[in-house]
């Protein structure tokens, strides 16, 4: 069994086996049968408490989703200058190397082609990308930061760094290029006294 704990309710374990299930294999390779075994549920408990794999999958990917939303806003919120915010953001701890849950979901064409599944991986990423640029406009406002700055473009490149920063390490197998790209972002919007 993944992390779901037996002491979970039946359908928390079955929502936490897809989400380990659906970050490692995707849609198609996260079988009904898969899921019962990781949770430990039976073929009857599954269907008892879910109407199939999708709504499964779709409770999964809104836990996924709501978690990613929660730890954004969890450093964007937070106290400090914008630029410290941004950096807090992109510097947070993430397991570089699995990627991201949400993310490699948008990799998933069975995912993409469900209007359904797509729409909390849509949500959560235009949520955080819009709380980034809130935080870009607050810094460009306060003079913080460079005022030639569009809080939408670089909420994009923010998240779009992040993103693209978890490909680039998986496909080296090394969190070093994630890093990089970290550091090269946060010394473009430096304030002239603000350590990269």
């Known amino acids: 069994m993944y992390s779901a704990a037996m002491s979970m309710s039946t359908p928390e374990r079955l929502i936490e086996a897809t989400r380990e299930l659906l970050w490692e294999r995707g849609y198609v390779g996260t079988s009904p049968k898969a899921v019962q075994q990781a949770a430990g549920a039976g073929q009857g408990s599954m269907y008892h408490h879910f109407a199939g794999k999708q709504d499964l999958a779709l409770a999964a990917i809104r836990r996924s ?80 930061l460079n005022g030639s700055l569009d809080p939408v473009e670089i909420a994009a490149t923010v998240l779009a760094t992040v993103q693209g920063g978890y490909v680039l390490a998986r496909a080296t197998g090394s969190r070093a290029p994630f890093d990089t790209a970290v550091r090269g972002l946060l010394a473009l919007l430096a304030p002239g006294d603000a350590p990269v």
């Open 65 to 144: 989703a709501g978690e990613l939303g929660a730890a954004a806003e969890a450093v964007l919120g937070g106290g400090g200058s914008a630029y410290a915010r941004i950096e807090a953001y992109l510097r947070r701890e993430r397991d570089v190397l699995r990627g991201c849950p949400v993310g490699r979901l948008t990799m998933d064409p069975e995912v993409i082609a469900d209007p359904e599944l797509r729409a909390p991986v849509e949500e959560v990423l235009g949520r955080v990308r819009g709380r980034i640029a809130e935080v870009v406009r607050e810094g460009v406002e306060s003079g913080e």
